[in-house]
């Protein structure tokens, strides 16, 4: 199964209309590993007419500030015997280069003095370690684009997915045509891009004094997305004397990474949320599947682990724009009622509830929520609400924008 020829994601618009302003801006894409950012900007590369020099520091060994200075040379190069329009530099995976940003800002402001008409573009797998960079050393100087995880309505059009194969095999365009030997399918994601997006974005470039806990946490983010649990549950179920800081920054890491994040309780005020029992959230369903042992068939089948399915892929459609920038996510219980999501964007608080089919008696959460809060909407996802799928073919600030 290939994707159809000639599909670009929605963001190259973006970044090819900023690149043909006369202005200079850094451009930054981040996002999670095979979410398109290398294909996207080169795609851009090729259409927007001007000379252009690719350079990637996704090497097992680092590289250093020098490496980026020759390259920004060569594209200097190009640039000089180019037109009025000036040339295009692309450095892919950036932050693995220790330093980049301060070598990055010298060299820019070099061009700037100069005149040079050099535009860059940087790519970047770890949005924390691009943030670092970009608030220490180069305020004023950039913009960002941020690509999230491909939604359905991308993967539907690229490859014409149903709804039901969208939540069992998720949102990795790179792992599509191998959906037809699931077994391949399985051991391409663990081993390509889980193993490596532990090993090289996580492990090689933050500290972690504990990677057995923190490769036990993903795996136990995976089993239990949908559902809230104490840090110091946590401990017991990873069998771990770690303590819980050390557990809520390994979250924080595993989410820079575009992995899985700890949703926060609601609570109205921010200063009130902090510290409380995080809910589990994959941010894209391969994750959750690649590892159960079963087929979509058997999936499909066990109407519990179907119901966690459909939960994850709306919980992650949601997260996946809170990360851009889109909104905030939240979950929200007080003893035995809860509500599956809370969305605040502006001064919109939308509550969301998912019906998947799960077996479960029926929650007050949503009026004991709405007694407190005073929500602006509340939604409902599945059975006589909103369709699964037409939940997730709209981008979220449709349903929670003001």
């Known amino acids: 199964m290939l994707s159809k020829s000639g599909y670009t994601r929605p963001h190259a618009a973006e970044l090819h209309s900023r690149l043909r302003e006369p202005r200079r801006f850094l451009q930054i894409v981040t996002g999670a590993r095979q979410v398109g950012k290398t294909t996207l900007v080169n795609q851009v590369a090729e259409r927007c007419g001007l000379p252009h020099h690719y350079a990637t520091a996704d090497e097992p060994t680092l590289r250093g500030p020098d490496w980026i200075a020759g390259q920004w040379d060569v594209a200097r190069l190009l640039a ?77 059009s690229a490859f014409d997915w149903s709804l039901e194969e969208f939540l069992f095999y998720g949102a990795y365009p790179g792992a599509a045509p ?39 946490l993903f ?35 595993l989410s820079g990474a575009g992995m899985l994040t700890g949703l926060q309780k609601y609570a109205g005020a921010a200063v009130r949320r902090r510290g409380s029992s995080p809910k589990l959230q994959i941010l894209n369903t391969a994750l959750m599947t690649s590892g159960c042992g079963l087929t979509l068939e058997q999936a ?74 005073q929500p602006t909407r509340r939604l409902l996802i599945g059975w006589d609400g909103i369709t699964v799928d037409e939940f997730l073919s709209k981008p979220v600030e449709h349903w929670v924008a003001p």
């Open 80 to 156: 000089a015997s180019a037109g009025a329009g000036g040339a295009l530099l692309v450095l892919d995976e950036v932050q693995k280069v220790p330093n980049w940003a301060e070598a990055v800002k010298r060299l820019w402001d070099e061009d700037t003095r100069h005149g040079h008409r050099l535009k860059v573009v940087l790519t970047g797998s770890a949005p924390p370690l691009i943030g670092r960079g970009l608030t220490e050393s180069l305020a004023g100087r950039y913009e960002i684009i941020h690509l999230p995880h491909w939604g359905f309505p991308e993967m539907q």
């Open 178 to 216: 191998l959906i037809t030997q699931p077994n391949r399918w399985s051991r391409y994601i663990r081993d390509s891009l889980i193993e490596t997006t532990i090993s090289r974005d996580v492990l090689l470039l933050s500290r972690v004094d504990k990677p057995a806990l923190l490769r036990r």
């Open 219 to 253: 795996e136990l983010g995976c089993m239990y997305s949908g559902q809230i649990l104490s840090y110091t549950k946590m401990l017991g179920q990873l069998q771990d004397a770690g303590n819980t800081t050390t557990l809520a920054h390994y979250l924080d890491l």
């Open 300 to 373: 499909r089948a066990d109407t519990e682990f179907w119901g966690r399915l459909v939960e994850s892929a709306v919980g992650a459609h949601l997260a996946n724009a809170a990360a851009a920038g889109s909104c905030q996510v939240f979950y929200w219980r007080d003893r035995n009622r809860e509500v599956d999501f809370v969305v605040s964007a502006g001064r919109t608080l939308t509550a969301i509830e998912v019906k998947s089919g799960r077996i479960r008696q029926s929650r007050p959460g949503m009026a004991a929520f709405a007694n407190v809060f």
